[in-house]
T-cell receptor, first 116, second 109 residues
Framework: GAVVSQHPSWVICKSGTSVKIECRSL??????MFWYRQFPKQSLMLMAT?????????EQGVEKDKFLINHASLTLSTLTVTSAHPEDSSFYIC????????????FGPGTRLLVL | QKEVEQDPGPLSVPEGAIVSLNCTYS??????FMWYRQYSRKGPELLMY????GNKEDGRFTAQVDKSSKYISLFIRDSQPSDSATYLC?????????FGSGTRLLVRP
């Protein structure tokens, strides 16, 4: 199956700093990438959808100025959590999908963020 | 009412049992149906992908979609302790995936 990587796998930072998470599709070109957030024992919550070369579409309630998404190429998307606070601590997972209506989504291994 | 309903479990079965996992949904526009397996602190892993109604088999896993009843199932035969994980159903029309809440499965040795 298709492989999606994320880096870093975990990060600890101080409150007020910014954190960047990278998502890469390793063996296919992802025209669309998704960013999810997951709290313990809960399902995935879609934060935003990005298409290569265009602005991300954010879900209702997600602050676009806080969660900056860049999809600069067909294999790379980044999520930057700006001025992180303890309530931003969570498990962030990216997903990538190739072009075509029947293409499915493949997920990265996730990034665990802890803001102190 | 949620678009996708899934029993959160936990579901505990002995090794070797047949496991049945299910989801119901309300949106008749859904065309693509998936099952993902997620181990603790890991990203979801795609298990099965089905387009429209019907059955699909892959090794010990069988996925069924009944669009008339808006009901999908995942069967796991000869379950193993390594199958212990959370199973997420997911479906979509033309755009974004809608996930069930996930069912926690525990296969006892």
């Amino acid at each position: 199956g298709a492989v999606v990587s994320q880096h870093p796998s975990w990060v600890i930072c101080k409150s007020g700093t910014s954190v960047k998470i990278e998502c890469r599709s390793l063996d296919f070109q992802a025209t669309t990438m998704f960013w999810y957030r997951q709290f313990p024992k809960q399902s995935l919550m879609l934060m935003a959808t990005s298409n290569e070369g265009s602005k991300a579409t954010y879900e209702q309630g997600v602050e676009k100025d806080k969660f900056l998404i860049n999809h600069a190429s067909l294999t790379l998307s980044t999520l930057t959590v700006t001025s992180a606070h303890p309530e931003d601590s969570s498990f962030y997972i990216c997903s990538a999908r190739a072009s075509g209506p029947q293409e499915t989504q493949y997920f990265g291994p996730g990034t665990r963020l802890l803001v102190l | 009412q949620k678009e996708v309903e899934q029993d959160p479990g936990p579901l505990s079965v002995p090794e070797g049992a047949i496991v049945s996992l299910n989801c119901t949904y309300s949106n008749s526009a859904f065309q693509y149906f998936m099952w993902y397996r997620q181990y603790s602190r890991k990203g979801p892993e795609l298990l099965m992908y089905t387009y429209s109604s019907g059955n699909k088999e892959d090794g010990r896993f069988t996925a069924q979609v009944d669009k008339s009843s808006k009901y999908i199932s995942l069967f796991i035969r000869d379950s193993q302790p390594s199958d212990s994980a959370t199973y997420l159903c997911a479906m979509r029309g033309s755009y974004k995936l809608i996930f069930g809440s996930g069912t926690r499965l525990l296969v006892r040795p």
